[in-house]
DNA sequence: AAATACCAATTGTCCAGACAAAAATTAACT
DNA sequence: AGTTAATTTTTGTCTGGACAATTGGTATTT
């Protein structure tokens, strides 16, 4: 096994593999032994030290290739212990044009699902949220952020803000907003989201697992209510390798 | 100007700002002066050199520092000529569950728009294209991509599939793909449309003019006929920092 | 005036080595 | 057996330097 991944990083085979820099040429051939099975999903590779040693290159060099394949999720570093195959993570579907709750959608796809709260509290609204809730001065909003977790991986991070006069107390939320919302009678008919893709933060990759810069589903949220007055606003951010969002359409009046 | 970033730049401001690694203090050195206006968009950045003079460290850290900033799409690198701060790119919306053409879409929002076509031909289906279009072995299907493009700006890729039957020869597809199956008397009338993020690979990046690695939309659509036979399977790749979809949902049976 | 050749500035790649920090392993001790 | 301490292994950070590749401007030539 590593007699054959020794035998792909030699120096000939590194410099007969195509054009370019020789962080290039040793990031494809990493790449490839992944793909091929040389490296098997979880397997350590040698280290850093060694690959060096091995393809008769610096170790900045090796690092290079290897940071290059660690951006991408193919592989995953662990200080002090080693550098590994990253296990592929199947995705999810949501279905759009329905409001389901997040708990809702894990259970009808047979995952386990469960969240983390991060932080409740009662505070100024910001400028956005005065503007979104249709707030005055005098009106507290209560935040609520938590860590979405399904199959014991962190899958999203959602902040919620709710206008005081909805919600006034939000540590009273146990698990689901909806349903303290309902609880206190108030029902959203309509949301509107927003979706976007965006490289994640430090902060964010950190709660989630991810490297930074990886790709992630950012989805604004606003809920009405039937009157049209705006109930909540909720910003998440999905694990981009793990979510996908499905929306059926139809032809509209142009 | 170059003044004022000296002094932020100095070794003794670097060792106050905050902990951590210097790389990782340097970045945020940077961040920081693009945030506050001292570094405005579209200025050059001191040398890598001058720069690791400045704040006293060695160039590969300061280059380590610039790399992080270029991923996250802050700053741009012209080799030979500088490292520069990003424009930022202003975000146009979609409207979900509402199928329109990308052309209809820019036009609505008085936007310019064209395309480049980067391939057009007849192919022997790929097991994806059989499976989605329902095709047998003896049918070709036809590929068409394109780059689109917005104010002059490159802003999604797009590989469409038809299935031979319905589009013979796709070299007759002059600027709309649905403009030409409407001529030929096909009329889809439903799509799915599958979205999720992922981070470009070295290809779409460079068609697109973004960092590698930086988030993208990717879309996939499937539009139907009322029969419910497939008709065209398209994915697109969209420009993360430059595109938004927007949907509107219902409460839906649970 | 235009094309060409040259040169300087700047980023890109690469090296060999050093020490720090975290994790895993081993040894020592209770 | 179990716990603690020391050691080793491995990744993380950083230095100083070298040469290549690209760009942009300058001088030269036509």
Redesign the interface.
């Known amino acids: 096994m590593t007699d054959d991944l020794a035998s792909i990083l030699s120096p000939e085979r590194l410099q007969a593999g195509g054009t370019g820099p020789l962080y290039v040429k040793l990031r494809r051939t990493l790449e490839e032994a992944v793909r091929t099975g040389t490296l098997a999903h979880g397997d350590a590779l040698p280290p850093e030290r060694d690959i060096a040693e091995f393809a008769a290159v610096s170790r900045v060099t090796v690092r290079k290739a290897i940071d290059e394949l660690v951006?991408?999720?193919l592989l995953v570093r662990r200080h002090g212990s080693g550098t590994f195959v990253a296990k592929p993570v199947s995705?999810v579907?949501q279905r759009?044009?329905?409001?389901?709750s997040f708990t809702?959608d894990m259970a009808r796809r047979g995952m386990s699902s469960r969240s983390e709260w991060l932080h409740k509290g009662i505070h100024t609204p910001s400028p956005d949220e005065m503007m979104i809730l249709g707030l005055g001065t005098d009106i507290k909003v209560s935040r609520l952020s938590r860590l979405r977790i399904a199959d014991d991986q962190p899958l999203a991070i959602e902040h919620a803000s709710v206008s005081g006069e909805f919600l006034p107390d939000p540590s009273a939320v146990a698990n689901s907003l909806y349903a303290e919302l309902e609880r206190l009678g108030v029902r959203?008919?309509?949301?509107?989201?927003?979706?976007?893709?965006?490289?994640m933060k430090e902060a964010d990759a950190q709660l989630l697992g991810v490297p930074?810069?990886?790709?992630?589903?950012s989805i604004e949220r606003i809920s009405y209510l039937g009157s049209g007055r705006a109930v909540e606003f909720t910003r998440s951010l999905?694990r981009?390798?793990a979510?996908?969002?499905?929306?059926?359409?139809?032809?509209?009046a142009?």
Chains 1, 2 share one sequence.
């Open positions: 951006a991408d999720g995705k579907e759009l044009s329905q409001l389901t809702e959203p008919v309509r949301a509107v989201q927003r979706i976007s893709a965006t490289n930074v810069g990886q790709a992630g589903l999905y981009g390798d979510y996908d969002f499905v929306a059926e359409l139809t032809i509209g142009t």
